[in-house]
């Protein structure tokens, strides 16, 4: 028995040797900022004639395990503005709180909330900016999308690092690498927008979300999707991955039936 | 006013002995030269109106708005020194906001106000300061559904512990005014500012304590009683200007927002009538 409260509950020194106190840092810089806690994954969007659609999956990931299940990642903003995140969702909460009273404060005015998603975009990367330039950076990649001063379909993307990208379509994170090049062959470079119609940008997003979900282990088949077209938003944020076909992944070593 | 010259009204703070504080008893004089607001509150929403005095005919139609929002769901309509009542509503802007840094909801319109009286209050204590020269109506419909917190990403556990009790009545109409004393009471019908006598006694024809009154009637109410408050100083031109705030199913859902031109001016057209109708009577009985 050993009568040292002090010392109960600890690993024992005869078997793990003595505890190395250097492991204890009371000194340095704060670093718990400078890492994502609970993460969301991909943001996908596309521009069509008229509008913009963007999509994102309703899981907020800690570390590895599928944590929150019913997350809404996509953000209205005004009238015609989506914001979708990617990254860590306390920072998109904060964010979130932030473009609400952005929105309070421009209600005060007679003619009501008068930004548009370029200037939304335009605001949200310097946020992002001036954060990591105090190296308390906000964890997110975004997608905006809504419509800009000429009423024109407008997507882009901002960081953590404030950095910005416009493209027709768009997608942050395992999408960038997977749903890109799948869009990239449905609506190639030299194909205006004009000729895509809403449904082909819809269809689309929901093959690349599948995908996501085929491949990217921090995804789930549950997702948001939100239209954007100058007569309003069509979010809806409680969809289904329809017609999952799992056969290829007999064929991946460590999934099905084969062990080694 | 006898007691002036006595010296107990050139401070602020400073009671009489007979217990007056008589820079605050200015302050209301200077509510009363201001044009007539009203509050009316109805059974599924609220409606704010002033009487907007056209000092100037080089001032452009429908500028200058007299009524504000706070947040989303609150405005504020005031009697009094015009400057007095942008500082008024800028205070209670900030008050919205911290309480929606606190709390992550929107403020209710009864906390609202507590907020807002002890701050026109404090402006009665100080020998440095002078009180409010207004007289604020401060309207708002509280939330009657279940409402996100701000920031909400998702809706929490289906099944376990939860004390929240389902069908319990919640939010609805506020009304209340505050006076430069930092007073402030829940109202039916609020009316202040240079007619607020006709007002209130038109206010109190309405039987608004039964809560029968809908919402598109009081509108039509309120800007008749603006008309009739301004029968006493009718050489002076004026505009009508109204807001309202409807709860969630009706045309503002649950918002503040200035009453649109066609409903105000078809307001405005009723008005009128009643009142030629109000002249032919007269001419009746004499």
Known sequence: MDHFPGTWGRPRNDVYGAYDPTYLQTTGPKTHTSSPAVTGTSVIGVKFNGGVVLATDNLASYGSLARFTDVKRLRVFGDNAVVGFGGDVSDMQYIDRLLESIDIRENYSTHGNMLNAKNLHTYLAKVFY???????????????????VDGKPFLSSADLLGTTFSAPHLATGFGAHLAVPILRRRFPEEMPIEEITREEAVSALKDCLKVLFYRDARSIDKYSIAVITKEGIDLKEDEQIEGQSWAFA??????????N | MTSIGTGYDLSNSVFSPDGRNFQVEYAVKAVENGGTAIGIRCKDGVVLAVEKIITSKLLKPGSNKRIAT????????????????RHFVSRARDEASSWRGTYKAPIPTSALANRLGGYVQAYTLYSSVRPFGVTSIVGGWDCEAELAVD???????????????????AGGPGLYMIEPSGLYWG????????????????LEKLDLTSGKLSLSEGVKE?????????????????????????SLDGPTNGRHEEVPKEIREEAERFAKRALEGEDEEEQMEE
């Open chain 1, 130 to 148: 001036k954060r990591r330039s105090e190296f308390n950076p906000l964890w997110n990649h975004v997608l905006v999308a809504g419509f800009d």
């Open chain 1, 250 to 259: 007999e064929r991946i070593r460590g999934y099905g039936r084969q062990t």
């Open chain 2, 70 to 85: 706070v947040d989303r769901h609150v405005g504020i309509v005031s009697a009094g020194l015009v400057p007095d009542g």
């Open chain 2, 151 to 169: 920031g909400q990403v998702g809706s929490g556990p289906k099944s376990g512990s939860g004390g929240k009790v389902e069908g319990a009545p």
């Open chain 2, 187 to 202: 109202y039916y019908g609020a009316a202040t500012g240079k007619g607020r006598q006709a007002a209130k006694a038109e």
């Open chain 2, 222 to 246: 309120a800007a008749r009683i603006i008309y009739v408050a301004h029968e006493d100083s009718k050489d002076k031109e004026f505009e009508l200007e109204m807001s309202w705030i409807s």
